[in-house]
């Protein structure tokens, strides 16, 4: 029998609809999968086995009428436990929201039905995206397929842990800070962040409105892009979606490379990156150079405030989107309580961890009476001096090379003691967010202990397609093995 694990999602949807194979057996060999693999990885809070076995057998009945299929036909999806799944349980891996049954689907997942594929459950992050490790959940620590004893990255690391360890072969995250890259880059996947606007956030339970994006991640880029053509394009539902968002990427690997500029930022290469992946990232570049295209030293000059700048508009943002969570009107409710004051104080004490706690805390004092013009008002026009740097680098080259991550996966424990250090893992994948452009991990090599190591490729806004063919010709280039 064919191995249908190991296919990609390009595979299973051209077969399925082709009738060389059933939905049925690619949803069943999944779930298969997921029985035998997630006992040792976690990286599902919820299966959907009932409903994806449903799902299947719609697909195949569809078929069987002679009716079209999707351009996803039977391929079965992780979705981050963020975004709406409508009657399934969504709760961003808190206590606060145990138990809510989203009473609606995403604009996305109702995408990915309309393209007939088939959603296989929810994944563990940290809680309310706001980690780098997938140790803030509260429910359990998802581990990383290529080294238990080493975290997927965060905050999507159960949806880049699900693709790693095949039990599906395409997932959705959601990216803030680098939420999609870094753990694409740790599980070595391919993850995407597309342009602001791209993808309609209505349905994704957000962190910081201005930097939420939902993204794919997947074995390699031609499984990404098909999952962003499925996924992208306006939706009126959300005011931030852009009326310029393409809705077709093919993931073709450019043909010629002569004349093609690649920018190296001198401020991506400093103190505290680890030297394999210095010595990785540049191989993949120099195989570029090899082919024809431009290589060339940029500076970025306002990088260094990107980290300080993120961590005052992301809390900011975050405590006045988590004021919702109250215990009034959905999730967890603190008992015996005597006011409604104390039951404020005890549902979002008892109902958040400590790190949605820190966040929510410098969020507000960020924004308090005497205090938001020397933080929140200064870090905003920080943020447009770094988008006025990638606008002005931007003239000088089509793209920008920098590694994903400071180093390869970290093990549990190293740094959870210090939110710094923590913090200071989405260095290099913070300031793309705060500028709105688009932005991409590949793997490109594997350190002395077979950790993989992410190449990190950025793009002016809406050069997604670009991007993701780019991604491509490396991806043909370095030739990166996969888990079994």
């Not at 008892?350 to 200064?378: C, H, Q, W």
């Not at 923590?422 to 077979?450: E, Q, R, V, W």
């Amino acid at each position: 029998m064919k191995n249908l694990t190991s296919f990609s999602a390009s595979q299973i949807a051209q077969e399925v609809s082709s009738g060389n194979i059933k939905a049925e057996e690619v949803a069943l060999a999944h779930l298969e999968r997921i029985k035998a693999e997630d006992p040792k990885v976690k990286a599902f809070i919820t299966v959907l086995e009932e409903s994806a076995l449903i799902s299947a057998r719609e697909v195949d009945l569809k078929r069987s009428q002679g009716k079209k299929l999707g351009k996803l036909a039977g391929v079965p999806i992780a979705v981050k436990d963020n975004i709406l799944v409508e009657g399934v349980e969504t709760t961003c891996a808190s206590k606060i929201l145990k138990g809510f049954k989203a009473p609606y689907d995403a604009t996305i997942v109702e995408k990915l039905k309309k393209e007939d594929a088939v959603i296989i459950g929810k994944t563990n992050l940290d809680e309310f995206a706001m980690g780098s490790s997938n140790e803030n959940s509260a429910f359990f620590k998802t581990k990383n397929p290529w080294n238990l004893d080493a975290v997927p990255g965060g905050s999507s690391g159960g949806s880049a842990a699900a693709v790693a360890a095949k039990m599906a072969p395409l997932s959705l995250g959601s990216d803030t800070g680098g939420s999609i890259r870094q753990p694409a880059s740790f599980c070595g996947l391919v993850g995407l962040k597309p342009t602001y606007g791209l993808v309609s956030r209505y349905g994704l339970i957000a962190f910081a409105s201005s930097l939420d994006q939902i993204g794919p991640m997947s074995r390699n880029v031609e499984d990404a892009a098909l999952l962003l053509s499925s996924i992208a394009g306006h939706d009126l539902r959300d005011s931030t979606s852009s009326p310029e968002a393409q809705t077709h990427f093919s993931g073709t690997p450019l043909e010629k490379l002569r004349g093609l500029r690649i920018g190296m930022p001198r401020e991506y290469f400093a103190e505290g990156l680890d030297a394999e992946v210095q010595k990785s990232v540049w191989n993949a570049v120099n195989c570029l150079k090899t082919m024809g295209a431009e290589v060339k030293e940029v500076s970025l000059p306002h990088t260094s405030y990107a980290v300080a700048t993120y961590y005052i508009i992301a809390p900011s943002e975050a405590a006045s989107n988590l004021a919702r969570f109250d215990g009034v009107r959905y999730g967890y409710r603190a008992q015996d309580v005597k006011n409604l004051s104390e039951l404020y104080e005890k549902s979002r004490g008892e109902g958040f961890g400590p790190e949605v706690k820190r966040r929510i805390m410098l969020g507000t004092y960020a924004l308090s009476s005497g205090y938001y013009d020397a933080y929140y008002n200064r870090a905003q026009k920080a943020r447009t001096l770094i988008s006025r740097d990638f606008e002005n680098v931007f003239k000088e080259v089509d793209f920008l090379a920098t590694p994903t991550a400071p180093s390869a996966a970290f093990k549990f424990g190293e740094k959870s003691a210090d939110p710094v250090a923590m913090y200071l893992s989405d260095i290099f994948t913070i300031p793309s967010n705060l500028a709105g452009n688009a932005s991409l991990s590949i793997p490109c090599g594997l350190n002395k202990d077979h950790l993989p190591i992410g190449l990190q490729l950025i793009a002016p806004a809406f050069e997604d397609e670009k991007l993701l063919a780019l991604a491509a010709t490396i991806e043909k280039a370095v030739n990166f093995p996969q888990l079994n």
